[in-house]
């Protein structure tokens, strides 16, 4: 099994419970691939945060007052990781019950029966009869963007240290709008460029345009002229 995401770990358990012996291999040192440690939970830990934040300064038309929330930066980087961190144990805890035999590695097919696996301590071979693939995805590179500190992907998005007083998010998908959801609650003045008509390209869009008046009052648009001009 390459790749020990969401689709990797469930497949390699289901194949240990067949009876099967099952290798997982994958980059990170803890299983749950992408989503788990860069992805979808960090996003979801601190869209929780965000939410919190926004119901305290929406409370007092229910009656309820609160002080101005003030934020811990490393509190929250730590109570962030440590969910993540306890999710790992628990996905390693049932692959050791299984008997599941996990690499931190990077693999290379060989033949249609045989991989190359790099590790930190060298390389190593591994022949099989069957391979799932589950390698998930990356964040995409835009070829016009300048080389620049200030340009990071949603990876690094997730590692926040500072509240930029601005922030441009390129693209309104999903991951693009969970990014503007999150600074913009934390305080960010944040500018969306989509290069479609609507947000959430492909989505229906009865349960867009909800969405895009919701962010109204937190984000502001722009097209993909504004961006060009914004590069130059």
């Not at 109570?79 to 599941?100: F, M, P, Y």
Request: aromatic share 6%; net charge negative; glycine share 10%.
């Amino acid at each position: 099994m390459i790749g020990s995401g969401p689709g990797g770990y469930t497949a390699a358990f289901r194949a240990a419970d067949l009876g099967m012996k099952v290798t997982l291999i994958d980059r990170y040192a803890n299983l749950g691939g992408v989503c788990l440690n860069v992805g979808c939970i960090p996003s979801k830990a601190l869209l929780h945060v965000a939410k919190v934040l926004d119901d305290s300064k929406e409370a007092a038309v229910t009656g309820l007052y609160f002080d101005e929330p003030k934020l811990d930066f490393e509190v929250m980087k730590n109570w962030k990781n440590e969910l993540i961190s306890g999710l790992t144990r628990g996905l390693k805890g049932l692959a050791d019950k299984r008997n599941v035999t996990v690499v931190q590695g990077s693999a290379y097919f060989i033949s249609a029966n045989s991989l190359k696996i790099e590790t930190h301590d060298g390389e190593s071979l591994l022949t099989f009869e069957q391979c799932i693939i589950a390698t998930g995805s990356e964040p995409a590179t835009l070829p016009f963007l300048p080389d620049d500190p200030r340009v990071i992907d949603s990876t690094s998005a997730l590692e926040i240290t500072e509240i930029p007083n601005n922030i441009l998010i390129i693209g309104g998908g999903i991951i693009g709008l969970e990014m503007a959801t999150i600074y913009s609650s934390l305080g960010s003045m944040v500018s969306i460029v989509e290069l479609t008509e609507t947000l959430m390209p492909g989505t229906d869009q009865d349960l867009v345009k909800p969405l895009e008046k919701s962010l109204e009052s937190k984000c502001e648009g722009k097209t993909l002229r504004a961006l060009r001009s914004l590069l130059v």
